[in-house]
């Protein structure tokens, strides 16, 4: 049986673990933090497409019972006049699964939670610092390397390690690396609000210096991000962990404006958390024949379009279909490219857009999927983005 090294513990590894099971591939992850879900506060969105995808694997219903829906999204200008009303793409559809919003560190436990029922080996403080393509009598392996010193050997390599992967350095040294967007997103959450916000709804908000988002929780809490303009963060300094600093600093860009903004970022208390904002449009080389890189890794689209964690997800399942049914990696590999290349790529553009848009004060962007359709596995329902389907 084919065994698979997949580098990175997040969304993406998870995943894409648990499609390769699915497929008759061992997998075995290794992930360089000694625990994981660091990332406790920001919040995500999976629309119908992410989730149809985790249906592929039986993994959507633990994670539908760990989020909640919202079904339309409003949108309001800094004077607080309502622009109009519009249904999210996938709730339009009926579909029972999408959109739902839940905490990135959810995500990571629920998916984690249901590869270790499935017995899929997770090694922490594995970080990844060489790998190898070692060739005998016709075949090759692949031998990774990590800083520890251990050693770990498999048919094939997969680089689910993210934004500032290091698989994709190791399968191309001339990889461009991410683009800074000029935004930071920070999120935050209000526990007790008297603001009125309508149910099941994201109220969408284009301030005067700065872009504004909430939904309420079925508990009654209230969640927030704000798109902001700024300076690119140091990942590992106090910057992005001060509190206090952002919500004096969110608050005082929407303190201008006739919203709720304002007052719901100064009720948020210490329930803060900055990241700065990246995408990754395009990469020359995706793969050799013993190693791959997915997700974030291969591709990253500003969060505006709100599908990062869905690329990750369709991009697991794809490739595990791939490697199901193909005679080695590297056709595999190629196979997997042609099928999400212009998709994925097509998204990043997208989210490039409405970032543009949420950073100039420009009209409210139009609904993704206005143009023409990407390829995908199967014609499903609505338009290109939440409407992909993967057929097992």
């Known amino acids: ?55 592929v694997i039986d993994a959507h219903g633990p994670v539908a019972a760990h989020s909640f829906p919202a079904q339309r999204v409003e949108f309001l200008d800094g004077s607080g006049a309502r622009l109009g009303e519009r249904p999210i793409a996938g709730a339009a559809q009926g579909t029972d699964l999408g959109p739902r919003t839940l905490r990135r560190a959810t995500l990571y436990q629920v998916l984690h939670a249901e590869a270790a029922r499935r017995q899929i080996p997770v090694r922490h403080g594995k970080r990844l610092v060489g790998a190898e393509t070692v060739r005998t009598a016709g075949a090759a392996r692949v031998v990774a390397t990590f800083a520890d010193g251990s050693r770990a050997e498999g048919d094939l390599l997969i680089g689910a390690d993210g934004l500032h992967s290091v698989t994709r350095t190791l399968i191309d040294p001339a990889a461009p690396r991410p683009r800074y967007t000029g935004q930071n997103t920070v999120c935050g959450y209000v526990r007790d609000t008297e603001v009125p916000l309508p149910p099941d709804t994201y109220t969408m908000i284009r301030g005067k210096r700065a872009f504004f988002g909430c939904t309420r929780a079925p508990d009654g809490a209230v969640w927030w991000f704000a798109n902001v303009p700024g300076t690119e963060l140091d990942r590992t300094g106090p910057s992005a962990t001060a509190p206090g600093a952002w919500r004096e600093r969110v608050a005082e860009l929407f303190a201008d404006d006739a919203t709720p903004a304002a007052a719901l970022v100064r009720a948020s208390g210490d329930r803060v958390i900055a990241s700065s904002a990246y995408d990754l449009a395009t990469i020359p080389t995706w793969h050799t024949d013993t ?93 290109w983005l939440t409407g992909y389907r993967i057929e097992w």
């Open 1 to 55: 049986m084919t065994k698979a090294l997949i580098i990175g513990g997040g969304i993406a590894g998870a995943v894409t673990a648990m499609a390769l099971q699915k497929a008759g591939i061992d997998a075995e992850i290794f992930e360089a933090y000694p625990t994981g879900a660091d990332d406790v506060g920001a919040f995500l969105v999976l629309f119908a497409n992410g989730l149809e995808a985790l249906r």
């Open 291 to 383: 190693m791959v890189v997915l997700g974030d890794a291969a591709h990253a689209a500003a969060p505006n379009a709100a599908q990062g964690a869905s690329m990750a997800i369709e991009d697991g399942i794809v490739l595990a279909r791939c490697l199901r049914d193909r005679p080695d990696p590297h056709s595999a590999f190629a196979a997997y490219e042609e099928l999400r290349r212009e998709r994925v790529e097509k998204v990043v553009a997208a989210s490039a857009g409405m970032a543009k848009l949420t950073a100039t004060g420009a009209t409210r962007p139009a609904p993704t999927g206005a143009t023409r359709p990407a390829p995908s596995d199967s014609a499903g329902p609505g338009d």
